[in-house]
C-alpha cells in the first residue's frame, strides 16, 4: 500500500485523469473530491464488496440450473 500525505487543498493523480483532493479533515474524518471520467465506476468500498459478493452468487449456477434452464427454453411455446 502507498502511503502518501496530504493536507486540505492538495491533490493527487491517479494516472493522468483521476484527480483525488482533500477537502477538509476533521478528526478522524476526510472529505474527498473526485475527479473521474464518466466511463470510470466509483463505488464506496462496503458497496463494492456487496456488488462482488451478488455477482459471485450469479456466477454460481450448478449444472442442474443450466440443464432446468435448457430443458425449460427447449419446451414448446403455446
Known sequence: MLILKRRPGESLYLGEDIRVTILDVQGRHIRLGLEVPGHVTVYREEVYRRVEAE??????ASAEDVMQAATLWNE???
Request: aromatic share 0%; with cysteine.
Open 76 to 78: 414448446p411455446r403455446a
Open 55 to 60: 455477482n459471485r452468487c450469479s456466477l454460481a
